[in-house]
C-alpha cells in the first residue's frame, strides 16, 4: 500500500493500495487511545477491525475472509485475551483463552463443523494440564459396549429408566476380554450390587453373577466419588490410546439421563478409585 494522509493527534489517516483502494483507516479520539482501526482487501471488503480501550491491554479485533464471513475474533483485558476462529462457512472451530505474552491459559476448545464441542484442553502458563478431553467418535465405544452387552447377558442401561431410579455399570477389558462387569443399583431406600465374573478368559466365556443388597453408606461413598472428577460431565473419552492395558467403562443413568466414560489404563485419579471402589465393594461380605 502506498501511504497518503497527515498523522494527526485526533482524526482520521488514512492508507491506498496503488490501484487507489482504500486499504486502511485509523480513527482516534487522542494521540494514543481509543482509536478504532480498519484495513481493507483490494476489493472493497473489510480484512480487519481493531478497537482500542484506554490501556495498551485493553482492545477488541475481528478479522474477515475475503468473502466478507468472520474469520477470527479476538478480545483482552487486563492480562488475558480470548480468541475465537471460524471456518469460512462461519462455523465456530475454536476458542482459547491466553496470557498477554501469548502462551495458552485456561481452557482451549475445538468444535466440529456444526459447531459441537470436539475437544476441551486446560493449559497454565502455556504448560497442558490434564488430558484432553474427546467428544466426538463415540460410535466405536458404543459398539464395543453392544458387543459387552452380548457377550455378559446385560441389558442396555438405558432400559432401567423407570425401574430403578439410578444405576451405574463397570466394565473391566483387559486385553481383548472381559473379565468383569459390576452393576450397583438404587431403588427408593434399596441398593443392590450384581458383580459377574468371567471364570473361562477369552475363549467362550462363562460368568457367574453374584448379588447382593449393599448399605447406604456404601452407595453414598460412590457417589461422592463421582462427584469428585464430575462423571456426568466428564468427556467420554480422552487421548490416552494402546494396544494393551486395560479399557475402564463406566456408565450411569439416572432419571432418563445416560452417560459413559472410557479410558484406556486410566491414571490415579477420582475415576479410578470410583472403579476400585466398585471392585472392591463387590468382594465385600
Known sequence: ??????????????????????????????????????????????????????????YASKEYYNNGVLKSESTSKDDHSEIKTYSKTGALESRSTHKNNGDLDGVFETFDQNGALKTRT????????????????????????????????????????????????????????????????????QYKLFHKQN??????????ENVKFISQEDWNGFIRLLTRFSFW??????????????????EGVNHGKYHFVSRWTPE????LQACKYLVNLSKNK
Open 199 to 208: 471364570k473361562t478368559g477369552g475363549q467362550n466365556p462363562q460368568f457367574i
Open 122 to 189: 486446560y493449559y497454565k502458563d502455556g504448560k497442558q494440564v490434564g488430558e484432553t478431553g474427546i467428544y466426538e467418535d463415540t460410535k466405536a465405544i458404543e459398539e464395543t459396549i453392544k458387543w459387552y452387552l452380548n457377550v455378559t447377558g446385560e441389558k442396555r442401561l438405558q432400559t432401567f429408566n423407570g425401574k430403578f431410579q439410578e444405576v451405574y455399570r463397570f466394565f473391566v477389558q483387559p486385553m481383548g476380554y472381559i473379565s468383569e462387569v459390576i452393576r450397583i443399583e438404587r431403588n427408593g431406600g
Open 1 to 58: 500500500m502506498v501511504y497518503a494522509g497527515e498523522i494527526k493527534n485526533n482524526g482520521m489517516v488514512r492508507t491506498y493500495y496503488k490501484s487507489g483502494a482504500l486499504g486502511a483507516e485509523t480513527n482516534c479520539k487522542t494521540a494514543k487511545r481509543q482509536c478504532t482501526q480498519k484495513s481493507y482487501y483490494e476489493n472493497g471488503t473489510l480484512l480487519m477491525e481493531v478497537n482500542f480501550g484506554n490501556s495498551e491491554s485493553e
Open 268 to 271: 490415579e485419579g477420582a475415576f
Open 233 to 250: 460431565d466428564m468427556p467420554n473419552r480422552d487421548s490416552r490410546i494402546g494396544s494393551d492395558g486395560i479399557t475402564y467403562i463406566l
